[in-house]
Protein backbone atom coordinates (compact mmCIF):
# COMPACT_ATOMS: atom_id res chain seq x y z
CA UNK A 1 0.00 0.00 0.00
CA UNK A 2 1.86 3.39 -1.25
CA UNK A 3 1.64 6.42 0.98
CA UNK A 4 2.84 9.42 -0.02
CA UNK A 5 4.13 11.44 2.93
CA UNK A 6 4.40 15.37 2.21
CA UNK A 7 6.32 17.26 5.11
CA UNK A 8 9.08 19.46 4.38
CA UNK A 9 10.02 19.12 8.57
CA UNK A 10 12.30 16.54 7.55
CA UNK A 11 12.74 14.80 10.96
CA UNK A 12 8.99 14.14 11.45
CA UNK A 13 8.57 13.12 7.63
CA UNK A 14 10.88 10.34 8.42
CA UNK A 15 9.30 9.43 11.46
CA UNK A 16 5.81 9.32 9.76
CA UNK A 17 7.64 7.05 7.29
CA UNK A 18 8.86 4.60 9.90
CA UNK A 19 5.75 4.60 11.54
CA UNK A 20 3.88 3.49 7.95
CA UNK A 21 7.23 0.84 7.49
CA UNK A 22 5.88 -0.37 10.84
CA UNK A 23 2.60 -1.98 9.89
CA UNK A 24 3.98 -3.35 6.35
CA UNK A 25 2.91 0.53 4.44
CA UNK A 26 5.42 1.57 1.54
CA UNK A 27 5.79 5.44 2.24
CA UNK A 28 7.61 7.91 -0.11
CA UNK A 29 8.41 11.10 1.26
CA UNK A 30 8.36 14.81 -0.65
CA UNK A 31 9.23 17.52 1.14
CA UNK A 32 8.01 20.53 -0.84
CA UNK A 33 4.99 21.52 -2.58
CA UNK A 34 5.95 21.42 -6.67
CA UNK A 35 7.38 17.91 -5.77
CA UNK A 36 4.27 16.63 -4.15
CA UNK A 37 1.49 18.13 -6.94
CA UNK A 38 3.86 16.31 -9.32
CA UNK A 39 3.81 13.17 -7.63
CA UNK A 40 0.56 13.33 -6.60
CA UNK A 41 -0.67 13.30 -9.77
CA UNK A 42 1.51 11.09 -11.83
CA UNK A 43 1.77 7.85 -9.74
CA UNK A 44 -1.00 5.86 -8.14
CA UNK A 45 -1.28 6.21 -4.58
CA UNK A 46 -3.27 4.33 -2.09
CA UNK A 47 -3.52 7.57 0.90
CA UNK A 48 -1.78 10.96 0.78
CA UNK A 49 -0.60 12.26 3.83
CA UNK A 50 0.15 16.00 3.39
CA UNK A 51 1.43 18.76 5.37
CA UNK A 52 -0.07 22.73 4.38
CA UNK A 53 2.68 24.47 5.18
CA UNK A 54 5.17 23.82 2.68
CA UNK A 55 8.29 25.53 0.66
CA UNK A 56 7.40 26.03 -2.96
CA UNK A 57 3.63 25.69 -3.42
CA UNK A 58 1.51 25.23 0.07
CA UNK A 59 -0.40 22.25 1.03
CA UNK A 60 -3.91 24.01 0.13
CA UNK A 61 -3.18 24.63 -3.30
CA UNK A 62 -1.36 20.81 -4.31
CA UNK A 63 -4.65 19.90 -2.48
CA UNK A 64 -6.57 21.44 -4.59
CA UNK A 65 -4.49 20.46 -7.46
CA UNK A 66 -4.89 17.09 -6.92
CA UNK A 67 -8.81 17.28 -6.71
CA UNK A 68 -9.00 19.68 -9.87
CA UNK A 69 -7.51 16.72 -12.05
CA UNK A 70 -9.63 14.46 -10.84
CA UNK A 71 -7.68 12.04 -8.27
CA UNK A 72 -10.06 10.30 -5.41
CA UNK A 73 -7.35 9.35 -3.09
CA UNK A 74 -7.65 9.82 0.42
CA UNK A 75 -5.97 12.88 1.63
CA UNK A 76 -5.33 13.51 5.31
CA UNK A 77 -4.05 17.23 5.94
CA UNK A 78 -1.97 18.07 8.55
CA UNK A 79 -2.08 21.56 10.52
CA UNK A 80 0.11 24.10 13.01
CA UNK A 81 -3.12 23.54 15.89
CA UNK A 82 -3.49 27.47 15.73
CA UNK A 83 -4.90 27.06 12.27
CA UNK A 84 -8.77 26.10 12.30
CA UNK A 85 -9.30 28.38 8.90
CA UNK A 86 -6.72 26.22 7.05
CA UNK A 87 -8.01 23.36 8.21
CA UNK A 88 -11.99 24.32 7.29
CA UNK A 89 -10.59 25.43 3.83
CA UNK A 90 -8.99 21.75 3.61
CA UNK A 91 -11.93 19.90 4.19
CA UNK A 92 -13.65 22.25 1.87
CA UNK A 93 -11.51 21.99 -0.86
CA UNK A 94 -11.65 17.97 -0.38
CA UNK A 95 -8.95 16.50 2.12
CA UNK A 96 -10.47 13.82 3.67
CA UNK A 97 -9.43 14.55 7.24
CA UNK A 98 -6.92 16.47 9.45
CA UNK A 99 -4.76 16.12 12.24
CA UNK A 100 -3.41 18.92 13.85
CA UNK A 101 0.50 18.70 14.99
CA UNK A 102 1.74 17.65 17.54
CA UNK A 103 0.02 13.98 17.41
CA UNK A 104 0.91 10.82 18.05
CA UNK A 105 1.89 8.24 15.44
CA UNK A 106 -0.89 5.95 16.94
CA UNK A 107 -3.33 8.66 15.84
CA UNK A 108 -1.94 8.97 11.90
CA UNK A 109 -2.19 4.74 11.94
CA UNK A 110 -5.61 4.84 13.17
CA UNK A 111 -6.48 7.42 10.72
CA UNK A 112 -4.98 6.18 8.14
CA UNK A 113 -6.63 2.62 8.36
CA UNK A 114 -9.86 4.06 8.70
CA UNK A 115 -9.42 6.09 5.35
CA UNK A 116 -8.60 2.88 3.76
CA UNK A 117 -11.41 1.12 4.68
CA UNK A 118 -13.68 3.38 3.99
CA UNK A 119 -11.99 3.51 0.25
CA UNK A 120 -12.30 -0.12 -0.17
CA UNK A 121 -16.04 -0.08 1.34
CA UNK A 122 -15.36 -1.62 4.41
CA UNK A 123 -16.38 -0.66 7.61
CA UNK A 124 -14.71 -3.18 9.57
CA UNK A 125 -10.91 -3.50 10.28
CA UNK A 126 -11.17 -7.73 8.84
CA UNK A 127 -11.39 -7.88 5.25
CA UNK A 128 -13.14 -11.06 4.30
CA UNK A 129 -12.54 -12.68 0.71
CA UNK A 130 -14.18 -15.76 0.24
CA UNK A 131 -11.99 -18.45 3.06
CA UNK A 132 -9.34 -15.51 2.94
CA UNK A 133 -9.50 -12.61 5.37
CA UNK A 134 -6.92 -9.67 6.19
CA UNK A 135 -7.26 -8.03 9.78
CA UNK A 136 -5.74 -4.40 8.74
CA UNK A 137 -5.10 -3.49 12.51
CA UNK A 138 -2.62 -6.39 13.54
CA UNK A 139 -1.29 -7.89 9.93
CA UNK A 140 -2.79 -10.85 9.60
CA UNK A 141 -3.92 -13.01 7.20
CA UNK A 142 -6.10 -15.91 7.56
CA UNK A 143 -7.15 -18.73 5.24
CA UNK A 144 -10.15 -20.94 6.53
CA UNK A 145 -9.53 -19.51 10.14
CA UNK A 146 -5.90 -20.39 10.11
CA UNK A 147 -3.16 -18.10 10.21
CA UNK A 148 -0.71 -17.68 7.66
CA UNK A 149 2.70 -16.99 8.26
CA UNK A 150 3.58 -14.27 5.71
CA UNK A 151 7.07 -12.32 5.12
CA UNK A 152 6.17 -8.80 5.15
CA UNK A 153 6.58 -8.36 1.40
CA UNK A 154 4.19 -11.37 0.69
CA UNK A 155 1.63 -9.51 3.42
CA UNK A 156 1.65 -6.25 1.55
CA UNK A 157 0.72 -8.13 -2.22
CA UNK A 158 -2.17 -10.12 0.09
CA UNK A 159 -3.05 -7.03 1.39
CA UNK A 160 -3.26 -4.92 -2.23
CA UNK A 161 -4.98 -7.62 -3.90
CA UNK A 162 -7.66 -7.38 -0.89
CA UNK A 163 -7.62 -4.26 -1.39
CA UNK A 164 -8.03 -3.97 -5.36
CA UNK A 165 -10.64 -7.58 -5.50
CA UNK A 166 -12.30 -7.27 -8.55
CA UNK A 167 -9.24 -5.87 -10.62
CA UNK A 168 -6.57 -7.49 -12.90
CA UNK A 169 -3.32 -6.35 -11.13
CA UNK A 170 -0.49 -5.79 -13.81
CA UNK A 171 2.74 -6.99 -12.51
CA UNK A 172 4.79 -3.88 -12.43
CA UNK A 173 1.44 -2.18 -10.38
CA UNK A 174 2.11 -4.73 -7.81
CA UNK A 175 5.93 -4.10 -8.05
CA UNK A 176 4.84 -0.47 -7.05
CA UNK A 177 2.80 -0.87 -4.72
CA UNK A 178 4.85 -3.37 -2.38
CA UNK A 179 8.62 -1.86 -2.82
CA UNK A 180 10.09 1.55 -1.95
CA UNK A 181 11.07 3.67 -4.53
CA UNK A 182 14.59 3.59 -4.12
CA UNK A 183 14.77 -0.24 -4.41
CA UNK A 184 16.23 -2.42 -7.02
CA UNK A 185 12.80 -3.61 -8.57
CA UNK A 186 12.72 -6.90 -10.43
CA UNK A 187 8.87 -7.59 -11.55
CA UNK A 188 9.91 -11.54 -11.52
CA UNK A 189 9.95 -11.23 -7.81
CA UNK A 190 6.16 -10.94 -7.96
CA UNK A 191 5.74 -14.14 -9.55
CA UNK A 192 7.78 -15.70 -6.32
CA UNK A 193 5.54 -13.87 -4.15
CA UNK A 194 2.41 -14.92 -6.00
CA UNK A 195 4.06 -18.53 -5.49
CA UNK A 196 4.73 -18.63 -2.05
CA UNK A 197 1.66 -17.11 -1.36
CA UNK A 198 -0.44 -20.02 -3.06
CA UNK A 199 1.61 -22.59 -1.55
CA UNK A 200 0.67 -21.41 2.34
CA UNK A 201 -3.21 -21.09 1.03
CA UNK A 202 -4.17 -22.28 -1.93
CA UNK A 203 -3.30 -22.78 -5.77
CA UNK A 204 -6.77 -20.83 -6.57
CA UNK A 205 -6.35 -18.36 -4.23
CA UNK A 206 -4.85 -15.55 -6.93
CA UNK A 207 -5.00 -16.46 -10.54
CA UNK A 208 -2.79 -16.02 -12.72
CA UNK A 209 -4.59 -13.40 -15.99
CA UNK A 210 -2.69 -14.19 -19.05
CA UNK A 211 -0.91 -11.69 -20.41
CA UNK A 212 -2.65 -8.71 -17.93
CA UNK A 213 -1.18 -9.98 -15.17
CA UNK A 214 -2.95 -11.41 -11.51
CA UNK A 215 -6.46 -11.38 -10.05
CA UNK A 216 -7.76 -12.32 -6.58
CA UNK A 217 -9.52 -15.59 -6.59
CA UNK A 218 -10.85 -15.77 -3.02
CA1 LIG B 1 5.53 22.42 7.21
Known amino acids: MKVLVVEDNIQLGEQIC ?7 WVPEHSQD ?12 WEIII ?21 INTPIIILSARDSLSQRIEGLNAGADDYLTKP ?12 QLRRASGNTSTVI ?14 TWQGVPVNLTALEYKVVAYFMHNPDKV ?8 HIYKQDFDR ?3 TVDVFIGRIRKKTSSEVI ?5 LGYQLNA
Do not use: C, Q
Request: net charge negative.
Open 128 to 141: KMGDLSLDTRTSKV
Open 18 to 24: EALESVE
Open 207 to 211: KTVRG
Open 186 to 188: DSN
Open 103 to 114: FEMVELIARVRA
Open 33 to 44: GIDALYRATSEE
Open 50 to 70: LDLGLPKLDGLTVLKGIRDEG
Open 169 to 176: IPRTELVE
